[in-house]
């Protein structure tokens, strides 16, 4: 245990007293921050100085912050707790959007209500008193509840980026009761059966030799199941994280689920480099599986390089992972910075090598989606289905479709836009 001199602190440390109540919202949302790190912290500031706020930001950052997952978390407190000189009310009008005139009415960032949440830890927004306050016990209130939905309900639509603390944990426990099941492929190869449609030759004529040529049995094959492999090829940028770290969860339970037809699940994920992380899957544990993978992946929240990960995957992994007539899913927004003629090789070669390749593309989530960004739309015309990836009942419909070839999802849709 490292030993810490005295610290030299001011009579009235109102900045001390600040920093540990931030990293206190910081420990309710899921930080790991322990006393180690908060007196880090106050040193760090001692020594870097108050001057500017980037610096302070990126102080504190170092200190507090030891994982990639939870930069997004630590800066929707600090921007909270730090830089807007309304956060309370801001906050009280996220959590009761009865409380109006205080910010505009729009949807939560990310990670935006888990940090109101960990920030109002305690404290109860004050409901407007009751205009009327005498007491009628004869007073019957009538509630419609036809238009309601359960709570599970409500979670299977929500967008995974607008999920709090507690909702991202029901929805993972959710997630881990999904499966993902696929139809078998018509296989040439037999297997024995009485009511078989084919004649086994072979074995009907060896059953014969050892009788003297005495033909007294026909004997039948049908047609032995053969299942594809399921390969995902996942984007964890900045703008994916957490999208993809569902789909992850998702993707283990349908890795360790036995009996849902898959031969082999492979799993990829890409920001500025292709990483493996098929064997980190196989763990039975979820958490430590994917906090392996999040070692092994050292580009999350990063950039996007999305023709350049995919040629490395049709490279050195295409012909590794690919022969068997696998089933690709495609978990990205489509936003890359590269040349759009390279990413439209790349996924011409990725669809051709594939059974069927699904594109899961949360922006699809906006009304108003539309293929405008050069990526998009040099990948659409290469996938054999366009369909939504933003929450669980997204999910499950790509479970009841994956086994359908006719199924395109958007796709033509958006074609129709491109071609306009």
């Known amino acids: 245990m490292p030993e810490y001199p005295a610290l030299d602190l001011p009579d009235n440390p ?9 990293t206190r919202a910081l420990r309710k949302a899921g930080l790991p921050v322990g006393t180690g790190r908060v007196i880090d912290a106050i040193r760090a500031v001692e020594a870097a100085g108050f001057t500017s706020k980037t610096d302070f930001f990126y102080t504190l950052r170092a200190c507090l912050v030891t994982r990639p997952e939870h930069r997004a978390v630590f800066a929707q407190i600090f921007r909270l707790y730090w830089r807007d000189p309304r956060y309370m009310e801001h906050m009280m009008a996220m959590m009761l959007p009865a409380i ?58 929500l967008d995974f980026e607008q999920m709090s603390t507690a909702e991202v944990a029901a929805a993972k426990r959710m997630l881990a009761r999904l499966s993902l099941p696929v139809k078998p492929l ?19 004529l060896r059953a014969a030799m050892r009788r003297g040529g005495e033909l007294d049995r026909i004997h039948r094959l049908k047609p032995r199941p053969r299942y594809p492999n399921l390969v995902v090829i996942c984007d964890i940028s900045g703008s994916m994280s957490q999208y993809s770290r569902m789909v992850l969860h998702f993707l283990h339970a349908v890795a360790n689920e036995k009996g849902q037809g898959w031969a082999r699940v492979h799993a990829f994920t890409f920001g500025t480099r292709l990483t493996n992380i098929t064997r980190h899957l196989a763990t039975r544990d979820v958490d430590a599986a994917l906090a392996a993978a999040g ?15 995919l040629h490395a995957f049709n490279r050195d992994w295409s012909r590794r992972v690919m022969g068997q007539g696998a089933v690709v899913l495609l978990i990205t927004d489509g936003l890359d910075r590269g040349a759009p003629e390279a990413l439209d090789k790349e996924m011409e070669r990725l669809h051709l090598s594939a059974r069927r390749l699904i594109w899961l593309n949360p922006l699809l989530r906006w009304e108003g ?45 958006l074609m129709a836009q491109l071609s306009d």
């Open 14 to 22: 109102r900045l001390t007293h600040n920093i540990v109540h931030f």
């Open 100 to 157: 109006r005139g205080v910010q505009e009415d729009r949807t939560a960032q990310a990670a935006e209500k888990r940090a109101a949440e960990a920030l109002l830890d305690g404290i109860e927004p004050e409901m407007p008193a009751s205009e009327d306050n005498e007491d009628d016990e004869n007073t019957v209130i009538e509630i419609d509840a036809s238009a309601t939905m359960s709570a599970e309900e409500r979670l299977r639509r």
């Open 186 to 204: 018509a296989s040439r190869r037999g297997m024995a059966h009485a009511q078989g449609t084919r004649i086994d030759a072979r074995r009907t």
């Open 295 to 309: 070692q092994e992946a050292q580009d999350w929240e990063g950039g996007t390089r999305i023709g350049d990960c």
């Open 369 to 413: 989606f539309a293929p405008r960004a050069s990526g998009i739309r040099a990948m659409l015309p290469h996938v054999d289905s366009f369909r939504a990836g933003h929450s669980i009942a997204t999910l499950e419909e790509l479970a009841a479709a994956i086994s359908r070839p006719d199924d395109a999802g958007e796709k033509a849709r």
